[in-house]
T-cell receptor, first 109, second 113 residues
Framework: QKEVEQNSGPLSVPEGAIASLNCTYS??????FFWYRQYSGKSPELIMS????GDKEDGRFTAQLNKASQYVSLLIRDSQPSDSATYLC?????????FGTGTRLTIIP | DADVTQTPRNRITKTGKRIMLECSQT?????MYWYRQDPGLGLQLIYY???????NKGEISDGYSVSRQAQAKFSLSLESAIPNQTALYFC????????????FGDGTRLSIL
């Protein structure tokens, strides 16, 4: 079992709809959780951090964390073509940050 | 100016050559990392350093070496480059705080012919 697993994708969502990206992790001791956005050929860019169970909202982005289920998700509301990118889930615990392999999201105009 | 600066941004070289990729940061972070990313794939950790005297191998260290010259500088070397080391290389930094993320440089696109 991979330490951090994401929807394999690719995921296609119509413009204006909600995009839902999911991530599960294996280490119950994980303490902090991050979502990065990566455009093709560019570096990962941090878009959300979450540490406590529940939802955290920032503009059109909402991160959701459920430590009991070892699950973290990212919702993108009112999806825009500029949201088309690969989204990386990263989980931190015991001094180590582990990345998932990413989910490629395409927003269809 | 970027907080995490990688040089060069692009490099094309030949098999067998020695190559050094450099990373410098102005964030004051103790921890620095080198990753490799192949097209369509995830990030693979090559080496990481928690401070100047603490350097550790990552998942794929074979064929690579590193040097932490100062808190702000961490360089990656390919002693004898081979074509399957063609990839996008990223440097990242973080503080010691468990709740802080890693911050990435813009990357170096390396092609080995």
């Amino acid at each position: 079992q991979k330490e951090v697993e994401q929807n394999s994708g690719p995921l296609s969502v119509p413009e204006g709809a909600i995009a839902s990206l999911n991530c599960t992790y294996s280490d119950r001791g994980s303490q902090s959780f991050f979502w990065y956005r990566q455009y093709s050929g560019k570096s990962p860019e941090l878009i959300m951090s979450i540490y406590s169970n529940g939802d955290k909202e920032d503009g059109r982005f909402t991160a959701q964390l459920n430590k009991a289920s070892q699950y973290v998700s990212l919702l993108i509301r009112d999806s825009q073509p500029s949201d088309s990118a690969t989204y990386l889930c990263a989980v931190k615990g015991n001094e180590k940050l582990t990345f998932g392999t990413g989910t490629r999201l395409t927003i269809i105009p | 100016d970027a907080d995490v600066t990688q040089t060069p941004r692009n490099r094309i070289t030949k098999t067998g050559k020695r190559i050094m990729l450099e990373c410098s940061q102005t964030k004051g972070h103790d921890r620095m990392y080198w990753y490799r990313q192949d097209p369509g794939l995830g990030l693979q950790l090559i080496y990481y350093s928690f401070d100047v005297k603490d350097i550790n191998k990552g998942e794929i260290s074979d064929g690579y070496s590193v040097s932490r010259q100062a808190q702000a500088k961490f360089s990656l070397s390919l002693e004898s480059a081979i074509p399957n080391q063609t990839a996008l290389y990223f440097c990242a930094t973080s503080s010691r705080d468990t709740y802080q993320p890693q911050h990435f440089g813009d990357g170096t696109r390396l092609s080995i012919l």
